[in-house]
């Protein structure tokens, strides 16, 4: 298998580039180039010789695995099982933490049998191998009647514990205790560019109106100012991968899209720029020529785009200092400020230490029914950011959960839900009572708590599947 990790000039083969993230068969000996850096099959080791095994099963935190668990301490390809042709099981351990059977670490890369009855924990986390091929035993079933009807309550008994499984509830003390760990502060900060056409920049800089500047509500506050970098966002966001990404909210990513920012400071320039003109009776002239125009024509072209600066995180428990924070991109943001929700992951590419990531494919609920009004919810983030927190504590920064009710389904895009909140829960996620991830907190009331929304979890599970489909 090969997969290209979004890597910025590609990967090909055969001349054909790979589309990112989506995992492609090739042959050895097939062209496969990096960039403009071919592969050396020479320098490629032979495959493992397998053919004393008629089956192989992967364990681990990637999904190509037959076997997908979770957590901060699962390799990604973990451990392999293998079906001898002898009918026995062998284990072969590959990560980094090691694996147990029967609470023994058993070598790396080293075959060790294992039965139905053992118990085995890959990385500290216990691991179901019961769908394997074992050996038949219908030897046990010979018995007669009686036998067979205690297979028959056997097996309701077994159907009646996956209908509570899916059904079971959890107290919102177990949910802050299973995902406090994948929840992180983020810190943002954007500028505004100015562009004008035409329109000679010197005149514009002039005027006042510089080509890069942070916007305080009222006035334009230029790049090298005193004021200027001052103003910082902050918000929540929560791990989906083992590789670092992390779901938050589109006007994390791009404010500048929210509140009509953008028009409002056009209008400011184009104010600004029209008072210069009369002030000083200008005679606006096209740059590289000589033909006049009126200034409406001019101030027309002037445009505003916003710019991220940068995007950092700091984990929950961390102190808020520059040794805990980590720089991230942004690997998807769209422009619809209705699907208010983006993805970015850590420029490291991992979890921190003791982090957990949210197993979207297991632990998400994008179905309506998950979202009925007067259902359970639960929440946890960093409302006023830093505001809340004790900077000094021992502990570090430390996530606030809330529980309430859902409250509210208003439309294609939100539900409502009347858990107390505040700015800086923005990206927050929100669980159902049987800890199914239904959606990211978005916004709220500033004025009455009790009146929030979230975006639903469809458009998280949309994002993290389509990364690379809008940027």
């Not at 910025?8 to 589309?19: E, S």
């Not at 028959?152 to 009646?160: A, D, E, K, M, T």
């Not at 998400?364 to 946890?380: C, F, P, Q, R, S």
């Not at 900077?391 to 570090?396: A, T």
Request: proline share 3%; with cysteine; glycine share 10%.
């Amino acid at each position: 298998m090969l997969e290209d990790k979004g890597s910025r000039n590609g990967t090909f083969i055969m001349n054909q580039q790979i589309k990112p993230n989506k995992p492609v068969n090739v042959r050895r000996g097939d062209a496969i180039r990096f960039a403009d850096v071919e592969l050396q099959w020479s320098q490629v080791p032979m495959p493992e010789d397998n053919s004393a095994y008629q089956g192989l099963y992967g364990i681990g935190s990637h999904f190509n695995n037959d076997f997908q668990i979770s957590g901060s301490t699962v390799s990604r390809y973990h451990a392999t099982v293998k079906h001898g042709r002898d009918g026995k099981m062998y284990i072969f351990d590959h990560s980094r933490n090691g694996t147990t059977v029967d609470g023994t670490k058993i070598q790396s890369n080293t075959p060790y049998r294992i039965k139905k009855s053992s118990a085995v924990v890959c990385g500290g986390v216990p691991v179901d191998l019961s769908k394997l091929p074992w050996p038949s035993e219908t030897w046990k079933y010979v018995l007669g009647i009686a036998a067979s009807l205690l297979i028959l309550v056997g097996v309701g008994f077994g159907i009646y514990k996956a209908i509570e499984g899916r059904t079971k509830t959890y107290t919102d003390s177990e949910l802050y205790t299973n995902y406090n760990t994948s929840i992180v502060m983020l810190v943002g900060q954007y500028h505004y560019e100015v562009t004008a056409g035409n329109l000679n920049p010197d005149i514009l800089r002039s005027a006042g109106i510089p080509s890069k500047f942070q916007w305080d509500g009222e006035h334009l506050i230029p790049e090298g100012h005193s004021q200027y970098g001052d103003i910082i966002s902050f918000a929540t966001g929560f791990f989906v991968s083992e590789d670092g990404h992390i779901v938050t909210n589109l006007h994390v990513t791009k404010p500048w899209l929210f509140d009509n920012i953008i028009e409002n400071i056009e209008g400011y320039c184009k104010d600004v720029f029209h008072q210069y003109a009369a002030k000083k009776d200008l005679e606006i002239m096209v740059l590289g020529g000589n033909e006049e125009s009126m200034l409406d024509a001019y101030t027309s072209q002037i445009k505003v785009e916003g710019k991220l600066d940068g995007l950092l995180f700091i984990p929950n428990g961390k102190y808020f200092s520059t040794e805990n924070v980590t720089r991230c991109r942004v690997v998807s943001a769209g422009d619809d400020i209705n699907i208010d929700v983006s993805l970015v992951q850590s420029d490291k590419g991992e979890l921190p230490r003791n982090s957990r990531f949210i197993n979207v494919k297991d632990s998400m609920d994008v179905n309506e029914t998950a979202i009925e009004v007067g259902k359970h919810m639960y929440t946890l983030g960093y409302p006023q950011g830093i505001g809340l927190q004790d900077l000094k504590s021992e502990k570090g920064i430390q996530v606030l959960a809330r529980g309430g009710s859902i409250i509210h389904v208003s439309n294609e895009y939100q539900f409502g839900f009347d858990a107390a909140s505040y700015g800086g829960a923005s990206g927050s996620p929100i669980f159902n009572e049987n800890g199914m991830l239904i959606g990211v907190l978005n916004s709220g009331s500033a004025k009455t708590q009790g009146f929030n929304y979230g975006i639903k979890a469809k458009y998280i599970k949309d994002i993290i599947e389509n990364a690379h489909r809008v940027k």
